[in-house]
C-alpha cells in the first residue's frame, strides 16, 4: 500500500496462556480511516494497547512511518503523534471543559523537569484550546466543569484533547458508543473532518453502521487472529465474518 503511516507485522501478545493477539498484520494509510471490528474479546483493546506503548508486544514488531515503535512508552507515542480517545471517557473533572485541553497541549513541556514548571494556563494555551473546542462544537461549554457534561459532548471533549497532540494517527475506541442517533451523526461528520485534515483513522466500533458507514476499510479480528480484511461492502458480505459474528450456521442463513 502507498503513504503507509503505521503496520503492524506478525504482531502478537501473550498473557501467560492467553494469545491476546496473535501474529496479526495489517497497516493504515495516510489519510485514511481504517475500522477495526470484531466481537467481544477479539483482542481490538490490546491492538490499541500496543499501538499507543501501553503493551509491549510479545513478538512482531510496530512500525510508524517505518520507524519501529514497539515498546516505547505511552507518553513516546504521544509525542511522536499518536493520538487516542478512550472507551470510558475520564476527563480531569474537576477542571473546566477549556483547561482539559490546555493540559493536553502543554505536552511537549512534560519531557523536561524545568519545562514542566512552566505555566500551562496561558493566554496563548486558551487560545488555542479554543479553537480545538470551536471544531468539536463544544466552545460555549469551555468553562463549564467537565465532569458536569453529557456523555455526548465528554465524547466530544475527548476528540479534542486527543487532537491536542497533533497526532498524525489518531485512535478512536468505542467513541460512538452510548451516544444518541443525532450525536452519532454530528460525531461521525467530526470523523470525517478530521480525516480530511490528512489525520488517519484508526476506530473500533460495535455499532455496524457507523463502522461501515465511516471506514475505508475494515481489519476483521476473532480470538486474536487476523479473520479479514477489506473494504466494507466485501466485509459484510463475508462468510467467516458473519460466522464470527452471529455463530456457526448463520453464514448459510444469510446467503
Known amino acids: 500500500m502507498d503513504d503507509v503511516l503505521l503496520r503492524l507485522d506478525r504482531v502478537s501478545k501473550h498473557f501467560g496462556g492467553l494469545k491476546a ?44 512511518e517505518e520507524k519501529p515503535t514497539g515498546g516505547l512508552p505511552p507518553y513516546r507515542m504521544a509525542s511522536l503523534g499518536v493520538g487516542r480517545t478512550f472507551q ?16 493536553a497541549l502543554g505536552l511537549k513541556r512534560y519531557g523536561g523537569v524545568i519545562s514542566s514548571f512552566a505555566p500551562w494556563e496561558t493566554k496563548k494555551s486558551r ?11 463544544i466552545a460555549h461549554l469551555a468553562d463549564t466543569p467537565s465532569g458536569q457534561l ?19 494517527v489518531l485512535l478512536l475506541d468505542e467513541t460512538f458508543s452510548g451516544l444518541r442517533h443525532e450525536e452519532i451523526s454530528l460525531l ?37 487472529r487476523l479473520l ?10 463475508d462468510p467467516a465474518v458473519i460466522e464470527a459474528y452471529l455463530g456457526k450456521g448463520a453464514s448459510a442463513n444469510a446467503s
Open 150 to 168: 453529557p456523555l455526548g459532548n465528554q465524547r466530544r471533549l475527548e476528540l479534542a484533547r486527543a487532537l491536542a497532540l497533533m497526532p498524525g
Open 228 to 237: 479479514a480484511e477489506g473494504k466494507p461492502e466485501d466485509i459484510r458480505s
Open 188 to 224: 461521525s461528520k467530526l470523523v470525517l473532518e478530521v480525516r480530511n485534515k490528512g489525520i488517519s483513522v484508526l476506530l473500533i466500533e460495535h455499532n455496524m453502521k457507523v463502522a461501515m458507514g465511516l471506514s475505508d476499510r475494515l481489519v476483521v479480528l476473532d480470538h486474536g
Open 21 to 64: 493477539v496473535d501474529n496479526v498484520s495489517f497497516e493504515l494509510a495516510k489519510g485514511e480511516i481504517l475500522g477495526l471490528i470484531g466481537p467481544n474479546g477479539a483482542g481490538k483493546t490490546t491492538c490499541f494497547n500496543l499501538i499507543s506503548g501501553v503493551y509491549t508486544p510479545t513478538s512482531g514488531a510496530i512500525y510508524l
Open 127 to 137: 487560545k488555542e484550546a479554543m479553537t480545538l473546542l470551536e471544531e468539536v462544537g
Open 88 to 103: 470510558v471517557v475520564k476527563p480531569f473533572s474537576t477542571l473546566s471543559v477549556v483547561q482539559n485541553v490546555m493540559v
